[in-house]
């Protein structure tokens, strides 16, 4: 008879435990869950516990957050742009940069400056261009770039990975 009490308790430690893994985040739900479980065992297996301690997580802040912090400047593709604008100069020239699909995004030197169709105002030189599609496809070119030159570039890319795949039997 006095067995039912404890297995009503004990089902009520257990959903309390779930109520609060279920509102608590990350590692802090695992504290709690197994915080419970160790409650409700029995009273020994309590005291005989060794109290949790919850890791810091990378990235966490001095404040204890530990979400990441958003940077409040511009993406770093508009601030590659206006490095090379910057330098561009007077004898500046122009690069029209296309692909297809649409919306392939372009590394200039290995700096990620937007996605396609885009003009660039460069200064003049030679330019190492790389596009990256979002289904594995790539392709990559070097544009010499004259004095008041514009030029356009279309990349054909190059799929990673088959587009089909044929089984023999």
């Not at 297996?45 to 810091?56: F, G, H, S, Y």
């Not at 770039?145 to 089984?167: D, F, G, I, N």
Request: hydrophobic share 45%; charged share 20%; net charge positive.
């Amino acid at each position: 008879m006095a067995r039912v009490p404890f297995l009503q308790k004990l089902a009520g430690l257990a959903i309390a435990a779930f109520a609060c893994a279920a509102f608590a985040s990350g590692a802090r739900a695992q504290a709690i869950a197994e915080a419970a479980g160790a409650t409700s065992v029995s009273a020994t297996a309590t005291a005989a516990a060794k109290p949790i301690v919850i890791p810091k997580l990378p990235g966490a802040t001095a404040s204890g957050s530990q979400h990441l912090i958003a940077s409040a400047g511009p993406p770093p593709q508009e601030t590659n742009v206006r490095d090379f604008q910057a330098k561009a100069g007077k004898d500046a020239g122009k690069l029209l940069l296309r692909a297809t699909p649409v919306a392939t995004q372009i590394w200039v030197n290995g700096k990620i400056v937007g996605k396609t169709p885009l003009l660039l105002v460069l200064a003049p030189g030679k330019y190492d261009v790389e596009m990256r599609g979002a289904r594995g496809e790539s392709g990559k070119t070097t544009v010499d770039l004259l004095p008041r030159e514009t030029r356009e570039v279309e990349l054909k890319m190059h799929s990673l990975y088959p587009a089909r795949v044929m089984s023999q039997q």
